[in-house]
């Protein structure tokens, strides 16, 4: 079973180092070269929905779909960093899409490994495009989509592992990206609209959920405290202590 899934790895990564070696040597248009990477990105995605052998395997593992959802944010950002053939606002709609599909598939098959890789990877790809004021609202905007829908999928079986991968993470990246925020010369008011509206996903979660919570309910004050300091390092006072308040009433 091992070696059979490390030729089966190989054999996916064959495909596009075929496909990227081929468009850089002029062989495939950049852009038609692109094209044809997402399109063998979403085929892996989706193989499992194909009949025969090779879809039988596929929902029997999640390494074709990990291996198509990584493959399309790696070529997503080659696309936007290097070749230039995407902008950014156009590369984060695709990892958004992307990691709709793999949240799709993972969750007609029940497959919580590929979710996990979806979410974490998508966030970390969005982050990989840095700092630019050309789409750092929709770069925000998937961030808490991402959060949403972690916070949304941990209610399954089994998934309750998307809370503290995704939530700390998001937490992090946040608070990195203002302290760069400032280097970059960029606002930080679409950043504090950000981590307020990931705190507002967990108020919503604990408003719909309380008594299902459990020990996830520590989300709510840490987020809080989090959210209280990041507001006072840019200066919202008002709103940090209204956050506090209503912490120690949720609390």
Same mark, same amino acid.
């Given at each position: 079973s091992v070696f059979t899934r490390v030729a089966m790895l190989s054999f996916v990564l064959l495909g596009a180092l075929i496909l990227r070696v081929l468009t850089q040597r002029g062989v495939l248009g950049a852009g038609f070269g692109t094209l044809l990477g997402f399109v063998y990105?979403?085929?892996?995605?989706?193989?499992?929905?194909? =009949?025969?052998?090779?879809?039988?395997?596929?929902?029997? $593992?999640?390494?074709?779909?990990?291996?198509? +959802?990584?493959?399309?944010?790696?070529?997503?950002? %080659?696309?936007?960093?290097?070749?230039? $053939?995407?902008?950014?606002?156009?590369?984060?709609? @695709?990892?958004?899409?992307?990691?709709?599909?793999?949240?799709?598939?993972? $969750?007609?098959?029940?497959?919580?490994?590929?979710?996990?890789?979806?979410?974490?990877?998508?966030?970390?790809?969005?982050?990989?495009?840095?700092? %630019?004021a050309e789409g750092f609202a929709l770069q925000l905007s998937l961030l808490v989509v991402f959060a949403a829908a972690a916070a949304l999928l941990s209610w399954r079986h089994a998934w309750r592992f998307l809370r503290p991968i995704t939530f700390p993470l998001l937490m992090i990246l946040l608070l990195v990206g203002f302290l760069l925020a400032g280097k970059e010369a960029l606002g930080r008011d679409p950043l504090c609209v950000?981590?307020?509206?990931?705190?507002?996903?967990? +108020?919503?979660?604990?408003?719909?959920?309380?008594?299902?919570?459990?020990?996830?309910?520590?989300?709510?004050? @840490?987020? $809080?405290?989090?959210? +209280?300091?990041?507001?006072?390092?840019?200066?919202? =006072?008002v709103l940090a202590y209204t956050a506090a308040g209503v912490s120690v009433l949720a609390t």
């Open positions: 990105a979403g085929h892996l995605i989706v193989l499992s929905f194909l =009949p025969g052998r090779p879809g039988q395997f596929a929902r029997a $593992t999640s390494l074709f779909q990990c291996c198509g +959802v990584m493959l399309s944010f790696s070529i997503a950002l %080659e696309s936007a960093l290097r070749a230039h $053939t995407l902008a950014r606002p156009p590369a984060m709609i @695709l990892m958004g899409f992307f990691t709709a599909l793999a949240l799709g598939v993972a $969750t007609l098959h029940r497959k919580a490994s590929l979710a996990g890789v979806a979410l974490v990877g998508g966030m970390l790809a969005l982050v990989a495009l840095g700092l %630019e950000c981590a307020t509206a990931f705190w507002l996903v967990l +108020v919503l979660q604990h408003l719909l959920a309380f008594r299902r919570l459990s020990a996830a309910a520590v989300w709510l004050p @840490l987020s $809080t405290l989090w959210l +209280v300091a990041l507001l006072c390092m840019e200066g919202w =006072p």
